[in-house]
């Protein structure tokens, strides 16, 4: 069994551990001897603090073929009420001059000192094709690790009649550590419509410019063989003086449009099998220039 599937299937594990962790808590409440309208007196914060967002811009590279990479987007979350709150996404980015666009659409509840549950929408959009997604959303947290991920249904069509289109099961994963309240270590695993990939990403939020602004990084690891790495800066927007911990727990979840491009991998790359290599008649040869002879098109 590969790497990428054994780290794959324990992000996933953890992932669904998330209804696991949250009932137990709840088990805790009614269980206190306390009275339980006490119990929960300082103790949930609003799942949304504030109108609030981000903007993001990174650049790099990925191989196989060797291609450069150029991604921008934005959130921005608003809270409904004191128990939920909407988010959405938008980006763009370039993979060797091929333009992307997507969107997507977080609606959930969250206690930002346990957990996030909700549904998330997505889509990104290149010439040829449209991959789209939609699936639970979760995060949990415990201390200074978070676990967060998306599964669901996915599906991609094709303008290209010889390619097909596909859907079908997709899920993506991520622990994350925070050595302090503003550095974020993450390791994640994928899988959309059974292409897979593993990444290490980081994340530093500089404290002293006087405005939130981060640093980030990502490697990323294809089954195909094929690996990218990125880099890029962050900007957020809302309450000043918040911990990266804090913001990413209080604020807007990750841009999950931005996930969809990452990981799609040669998705929105296919084409169609070269014309010389169909057979439509055995019987007429024709070179296949390397001093061989390959099946081909009748002569006109």
């Given amino acids: 069994m590969s790497v990428l599937r054994v780290t794959k299937a324990a992000l996933l594990a953890s992932v669904f551990t998330i209804?696991?962790?949250?009932?137990?808590?709840?088990?805790?409440?009614?269980?206190?001897?306390?009275?339980?309208?006490?119990?929960?007196?300082?103790?949930?914060?609003?799942?949304?603090?504030?109108?609030?967002g981000k903007l993001e811009l990174d650049f790099g590279g990925v191989t196989d073929p060797d291609s450069a990479i150029f991604r921008a987007a934005g959130s921005i979350s608003v809270p409904i009420g004191e128990r939920f709150g909407v988010q959405g996404d938008v980006a763009v980015g370039s993979i060797d001059g091929e333009w992307a666009f997507g969107g997507a659409l977080h609606a959930f509840t969250r206690d930002p000192s346990s957990y996030l549950l909700g549904v998330t929408a997505g889509v990104v959009v290149v010439d040829g094709a449209r991959l789209a997604a939609v699936g639970p959303e979760a995060e949990l947290y415990l201390d200074r690790i978070s676990l967060e991920g998306w599964a669901g249904w996915a599906a991609l069509d094709y303008d290209d009649a010889l390619l097909t289109d596909e859907n079908g099961f997709f899920a993506m994963g991520d622990v994350a550590w925070y050595p302090t309240d503003d550095w974020r270590i993450s390791l994640g695993g994928a899988s959309i419509l059974g292409r897979e990939s593993?990444?290490?990403?980081?994340?530093?939020?500089?404290?002293?410019?006087?405005?939130?602004?981060?640093?980030?990084?990502?490697?990323?690891?294809?089954?195909?063989?094929?690996?990218?790495?990125?880099?890029?800066?962050?900007?957020?927007?809302?309450?000043?003086?918040k911990s990266l911990i804090d913001r990413h727990r209080q604020d807007d979840p990750r841009n999950r449009a931005l996930d969809l491009f990452s990981a799609a991998g040669d998705l929105f790359t296919a084409t169609p099998d070269e014309p010389g290599l169909?057979?439509?008649?055995?019987?007429?040869?024709?070179?296949?220039?390397?001093?061989?002879?390959v099946c081909g098109y009748p002569p006109a």
Wanted: with cysteine.
């Fill in 19 to 52: 209804p696991f962790g949250l009932a137990a808590s709840a088990a805790d409440l009614i269980l206190s001897p306390e009275p339980i309208a006490d119990q929960y007196v300082d103790l949930v914060l609003p799942a949304v603090s504030a109108v609030n």
């Fill in 198 to 241: 593993l990444n290490l990403a980081t994340e530093y939020q500089f404290s002293d410019l006087g405005f939130p602004l981060s640093g980030v990084g990502e490697v990323r690891a294809y089954d195909t063989g094929a690996w990218s790495a990125r880099i890029g800066i962050k900007g957020y927007f809302g309450e000043p003086g």
């Fill in 278 to 293: 169909v057979c439509m008649d055995p019987e007429i040869p024709v070179p296949d220039g390397e001093g061989g002879m």
